[in-house]
C-alpha cells in the first residue's frame, strides 16, 4: 500500500521512524515533508497527505506534529480524508475497521518511537469492516458531510 507521511518540524524526529517501519512492513511511504526541525506549519502537511489521498496518490497516510491534534483537525477539513488522534493500538486498528480513518494523526511530542511503530503497524494492517451496522455508520458519517458542502 501506498502511505503519504508528514511531519512539521515537532514531529520530524519521528518521521523517519514511521517511514522506516512502513517499509519493514512492505509498504510504499510517499515523504511530503519537513525535512527538518525548522519550524513550519502543521495545516500545510497535512493538506499535502490529505490531497494525496483524495487524488489517490496515495490510499492512507500519517501525519506528525507535535501533539498531533492541530494536523487532525487540519486533515478532516478535507473532504474524503478520514483523520484521527491516535496514541494506542486498538483506536488506531478500530479507526480503520469501524470508521474507515485513512489518515492517523500522531503526536510527536507525546510518543516515542516504540509506540509509534506499533500504532502505525496497526493502522496499516487494518482492513475497513464490511458488516452491516459499520456501513451504516459510515454511510451517516458521509451523509453529514454532504450535507456540509450544500450548505444545509
Known sequence: ???????????????????????MLGHTPLDLGTDSTESVDYPDFAEKAGRAIVSGEAERAVVICGSGVGACIAGNKIVGVYACLCHDTYSAAQGVEHDQMNMLCLGGRIIGPELAKGIVEAFVGAVPSDEPRHQRRVGKIRAIEQKELKGS
Open 1 to 23: 500500500m501506498k502511505i503519504a507521511v508528514s511531519a512539521d518540524h515537532a514531529g520530524f524526529p519521528l518521521k523517519q521512524t514511521v517511514i522506516d517501519t512502513l517499509t
